[in-house]
């Protein structure tokens, strides 16, 4: 079993539409990552959170504690979106999920 | 804003060398920074974190003397995978934290490692 799950794991969505990737997970955490990875790579930090909900553009995340689940939501979405969002999570360990991909398609 | 510079982006090694990755804060003091490796359509795997003027933390499974990780200042640490194998090839990654002001963590652009 593994401490992060995320779903779905592949996601497909129209420009414009409202995207939302889930994530739970099963340790004691000091906060979660929600990461972007492109083709190439490179990674971003999106957002670091241990609490209620923070928002950067397009994006917010997340986090209820009590039920150890986050969320990542993109409105909007645009072509450029597309690529692999990670969720991990630290504490005593950092744990990652295995990731989703998204394709926004034009 | 903050930014991690990775270096070298790309790197080819015959087998048995060694090969050094350097990891850089370029606008602030990082006093904790991170390596992970990541294998083609597998997931981030922390490998070690490194504190500045302290042995790295390895994790489990993660062999020391195999892989050696150096953070001598508050914006440089360094992964050096030694008598490099094939197997050895793969994506490594480099994360560093920036606790001045809002805590967050940024990655370096990543590292492929080929070994011939």
């Known amino acids: 079993k593994n401490e992060v799950e995320q779903s779905p794991q592949n996601l497909t969505a129209q420009e414009g539409e409202f995207i939302t990737i889930n994530c739970s997970y099963s340790v004691g955490i000091s906060a979660l990552h929600w990461l972007q990875q492109h083709p190439g790579g490179g990674i971003v930090s999106l957002f670091m959170l241990s609490s209620g909900k923070k928002k950067h553009g397009r994006l917010i995340a997340t986090i209820n504690i009590q039920e150890k689940h986050s969320s990542l939501h993109i409105t909007a979405s645009h072509p450029r979106d597309s690529a692999v969002y990670i969720c991990a999570v630290s504490g005593n360990q950092f744990y990652f999920g295995t990731g989703t991909s998204l394709t926004v398609i034009p | 804003g903050a930014v991690v510079s990775q270096h070298p982006s790309w790197v080819i090694c015959k087998s048995g060398t060694s090969v050094k990755i350097e990891c850089r804060s370029l606008d602030f003091q990082a006093t904790t920074m991170f390596w992970y490796r990541q294998f083609p359509k597998q997931s981030l795997m922390l490998m070690a974190t490194?504190?500045?003027?302290?042995?790295?933390?390895?994790e489990q499974g993660v062999e020391k003397d195999k892989f050696l990780i150096n953070h001598a200042s508050l914006t440089l640490s360094t992964l050096t995978v030694t008598s490099a194998h094939p197997e050895d090839s793969s994506f490594y990654i480099c994360s560093a934290r920036d606790r001045q002001g809002v805590d967050t963590i940024y990655f370096g652009e990543g590292s492929w490692l080929t070994v011939v």
């Open positions: 490194s504190n500045e003027g302290s042995k790295a933390t390895y």
